[in-house]
């Protein structure tokens, strides 16, 4: 393991000669929160790219490559591109236009001081659920490589609970620093080393695993290999569930008429339909109406720019989900023809194999690149969150009188505060998932905003659509009917009450009853 601590310690004497660099000359939260709005186009896409690409989904993308067999997931890339156009053209504009620092400032100058509290609280509430679920998942190959290391494959639950709080706080410490010390740039400019990393470590492993495969014959053998390894055991139906093997669209045909088919399409995580509604829906939330990626965009000098890189980013997205998912399914082949046992749980299964079967070098540099996008999407959400905390809240309600120097120091004191708050989170998930395996982590992780960022969505979609709909208190009841609705429905699926409804879709139900519900409410004529 000699070699793969080296590259490790590479990694985190870089990160951290970035970090203390970038936190030179910074006076203000404007430089702090936004980087003096002076980054160039490409930083903020890896930064972007970096941020989106979490744990959860460098370690449950592949799991489900693995599983599922096809290509289904990369469906949803098409709602992100659109949802990334609309954020691109519709929500930039406005935001540079009142040089916001906090995105939540917007809805003040639109409707007034009680929709900013309430949508920053409610994205405050949900980002420290979302991330410190996430932050759940960096721990997963910390603890799989302590019991290779140290032969404890027979700890107990206790243990194993003990072992990822002491994984999730050194990962938490370390990047909870050059946060604090650099702010966004550091957080930017990390991230464009950690997404160079990332891509390279995973282009090397698919080489490393079609080698594998290969064995002394070429490559067509190879990919022979793949396509009777992947179809044969997928339709053997003693073997596991037949699935339908390089299935790329899904189009929610059941067969069995209409009614069986809008079940199947609100019930199923992945169709086409779910791609080009509820995928644009939760991008549009998620990169329109979250402080923790619009703050990028936020950071170049004109909302031209912020756009070119959000829809450059999206444009990108397919590509990067289809090379996760062929890794996932590579690892399926690789296992198959060793007759390898893979681990219960599909989360589990990418990390099982980097630590046992990647050689010393490559091995080190994945657990890298899993630092990395840790990191990069726990910086982006602690940056985000001191930010939100300190001008919506700090400046806005306690301190509105604060200087640039108290104000930098407040957000300081907020990224250690909610450091320790996501410690908390993916604690208590770890353990939850520790003792309760049958759980499935990453549903709920890509799932929490889905029950609260529809209603942010209504809201920021009534002020950007309309000018004379929508006030703070009737706000405030849409936002809640948004919320209600959703999980109304969850709970009435929970009882078998009617069919289940998949996450994609909470935040598109959400944000069109948070709408509507708030159209009701004319604008006051003095906020006209």
Not at 344 to 369: D, M, S, V
Request: proline share 4%; charged share 10%; with cysteine.
């Amino acid at each position: 393991m000699s070699t793969d601590l080296l590259v490790i310690l590479a990694y985190f004497c870089a990160i951290f000669g970035i970090g203390l660099y970038a936190g030179r000359k910074q006076d203000s939260l404007e430089s702090y929160a936004l980087g003096n709005r002076s980054f160039p186009w490409w930083a903020v896409l890896a930064s972007i790219i970096a941020a989106e690409i979490s744990a959860a989904s460098f370690l449950g993308t592949p799991g489900e490559g693995f599983v599922l067999r096809n290509f289904t997931y990369v469906q949803l890339g098409i709602g992100t591109l659109l949802g990334r156009i609309i954020v691109g053209t519709l929500f930039l504009k406005p935001f540079y236009q009142y040089r916001v620092v906090s995105i939540y400032e917007y809805l003040e100058k639109r409707f007034g001081t009680t929709t900013r509290r309430g949508a920053s609280l409610v994205f405050l509430l949900s980002r420290v659920l979302a991330s410190g679920t996430r932050l759940f998942f960096a721990g997963i190959l910390l603890v799989i490589a302590y019991t290779f290391l140290t032969d404890t494959q027979s700890a107990t639950a206790a243990e194993t609970v003990v072992i990822y709080l002491i994984a999730l706080t050194l990962i938490t410490i370390v990047t909870t620093i050059y946060t604090t010390l650099g702010g966004l740039k550091a957080v930017v400019w990390t991230d464009v080393l950690q997404a160079s990393i990332l891509a390279v470590s995973v282009i090397t492993t698919i080489v490393f695993l079609i080698f594998g495969i290969m064995g002394d014959g070429s490559l067509a053998d190879a990919w022979q290999t793949i396509l009777t390894t992947i179809s044969d055991v997928t339709n053997n139906p003693c073997h596991r569930e037949p699935l339908q093997p390089w299935l790329l669209f899904d189009f929610g045909v059941t067969g069995n008429g209409f009614a069986e088919d809008i079940k199947y399409i609100l019930g199923s995580e992945y169709t086409l339909w779910s791609a080009l509604l509820g995928a644009t829906f939760i991008t549009m939330a998620t990169m329109g109406t979250d402080q923790d990626m619009v703050q990028r965009m936020l950071a170049t000098r004109d909302s031209s720019t912020g756009s070119r890189a959000v829809i450059i980013s999206g444009i990108l997205d397919m590509p990067i989900v289809l090379v996760f998912l062929a890794c996932g399914m590579l690892v399926f082949v690789f296992f198959e023809t060793r007759g390898i046992a893979p681990p219960q749980k599909a989360i589990e299964i990418f990390p099982y194999f980097i630590i046992h079967h990647l050689p010393a070098g490559l091995r080190g540099l994945l657990i890298a690149a899993l630092l990395a996008t840790a990191m990069g999407s726990l910086s982006t959400a602690l940056n985000a969150l001191a930010t939100t905390a300190t001008r919506d809240w700090y400046c806005g309600v306690f301190r509105p009188h604060a200087t640039e120097q108290q104000a930098l120091r407040a957000a300081r004191f907020f990224t250690v505060g909610f450091a320790i708050l996501l410690i908390i989170v993916g604690s208590v998930t770890a353990w939850y998932s520790v003792m309760d395996p049958t759980i499935r982590i990453l549903p709920i992780a890509l799932g929490i905003f889905g029950y609260t960022y529809g209603s942010l969505l209504g809201i920021f979609l009534l002020g950007m659509l309309t000018r004379r709909r929508g006030c703070d208190s009737g706000n405030m009841i849409a936002m809640g009917a948004g919320f209600i609705a959703v999980i109304s429905l969850e709970l009435l699926s929970h009882f078998h009450l009617i069919p289940p409804i998949a996450f994609p879709w909470r935040v598109t139900i959400g944000t069109l009853v948070t709408f509507i519900t708030g159209a009701l409410f004319p604008t006051p004529p003095q906020m006209h």
